[in-house]
């Protein structure tokens, strides 16, 4: 057998393996999430006027908006490691729910009346800086997702690069929406989306090339 | 040869620590594994692929969850190394078109990628016959020119183009063992 040599190789040092359990994963991921907004909040980061934000569907829609997409972006993204997996779907559902997200949004606008201009409402210079926090806050993530998936193994690592892309940048938008003082979903829909888009596409260009097996 | 069940068993046993059961679950995923690749792949590079996926089977086998089936794991990884190397044959000729259009034997065309063979039907026809002609039918990249009427340069396109569209179609479409 030609290959003898390399499979006594193979087995001759044999080390004892912790077989992968994506449980596991799944409470690292959220425990470095909660850590990170613990951290937020303790340094005085949460925004001040939150005790009138609460009151806002628009802050609601924010939120839960997000944090429902980082959780289907994060499920997909974990589950895309294995390599019996079929990620594509799992994007195509976090694809939907953006849609879904910003329809509600766009339905919460058209039931506001707001008199600003469109150009006034989006306040490009807060936004610009709005998107470098959101990029900021998204490290932890792409990075724990970055080595769950260099530790994994991917057979997709382009759909699993944009995977962590996406759950990454979400979540980076979650914590940053504790910190946000704007609820206009414009605003919202517009800064928050460019955003997250550079994370993905970050992450979509970096990941599989150092997460090669 | 063991079933799916034996192999997880062996992949479990292996995974704490059981050299023994270990060797013999390779010893038994060589002979499949070179059977797969050689329905796939020229037959030049088949035990090529074959150690490559045992390499990526044992760095990757914490991956294996032991309360699943074995086979489709093994699958995966299969099929995650042949649309490598398909790639890597496409990389390969990429260099050799930049470094110079000098053409040698391709030594390692084959005939009997069946799989492989049937996969070509998705390629455009100049794609098409230069893949077959030279990976599949042994030909010289000069012998295909000849043959095809196509310049050897392009002849090279053709592989690499038609090589790296295999490896895509693979990825999306999926490979039914």
């Known amino acids: 057998m030609p290959n003898e040599p390399l499979i006594d190789a193979l087995a001759g040092d044999l080390a004892p393996v912790r077989p992968r359990r994506v449980a596991r994963e799944f409470l690292i991921l959220v425990g470095i999430g909660a850590l990170e907004i613990a951290l937020m909040l303790l340094l005085g980061g949460a925004r001040p006027d939150i005790g009138v934000a609460i009151s806002l569907a628009s802050f609601w829609w924010k939120l839960l908006g997000l944090g429902a997409l980082s959780a289907i972006g994060m499920i997909t993204a974990v589950r895309s490691f294995e390599p019996v997996s079929r990620p594509w779907r799992g994007l195509r559902l976090f694809a939907l729910a953006v849609g879904l997200v910003l329809a509600v949004g766009w339905g919460i606008d058209s039931g506001d009346a707001v008199t600003m201009p469109l150009f006034e409402r989006l306040m490009w210079r807060h936004g610009l800086d709005c998107v470098l926090r959101m990029a900021a806050l998204s490290t932890p993530a792409i990075v724990a997702l970055g080595l769950l998936m260099r530790r994994g193994a991917s057979t997709d690592r382009r759909a699993s690069a944009l995977a962590v892309g996406a759950a990454s940048a979400v979540w980076g938008a979650f914590v940053f929406a504790f910190n946000c003082p704007s609820d206009d979903p414009l605003y919202i829909a517009v800064w928050y989306c460019l955003g997250c888009a550079i994370v993905t596409l970050i992450g979509r260009l970096v990941l599989p090339a150092i997460t090669r097996w | ?177």
């Open chain 2, 1 to 177: 040869m063991s079933d799916d069940g034996d192999w997880g068993a062996l992949m479990a046993a292996a995974q704490a620590g059981n050299g023994g059961a270990y060797r013999r679950l390779l010893a038994e995923l060589d002979g499949w594994l070179t059977r797969y690749y050689a329905r796939r792949l020229p037959s030049g590079v088949t035990q090529d692929a074959a150690q490559e996926a045992l390499i990526a089977i044992h760095s990757k086998r914490h991956t294996y969850d032991p309360a699943r089936p074995f086979k489709p794991w093994l699958v995966a990884i299969a099929r995650y190394k042949w649309i490598d190397r398909l790639r890597a044959m496409a990389r390969q000729l990429e260099t050799e078109l930049t470094d110079t259009l000098a053409v040698g034997d391709h030594e390692q065309g084959v005939v009997g990628a069946i799989v492989l063979a049937e996969l070509l039907a998705s390629l455009k026809p100049a794609q098409r016959d230069a893949v077959r002609l030279v990976k599949l039918e042994g030909l010289s990249i000069a012998e295909a020119a000849a043959r095809t009427g196509q310049s050897e340069s392009l002849v090279k396109v053709n592989i690499h183009r038609g090589l790296a569209k295999l490896a895509r179609i693979v990825q999306e479409r999926g490979d039914a063992e």
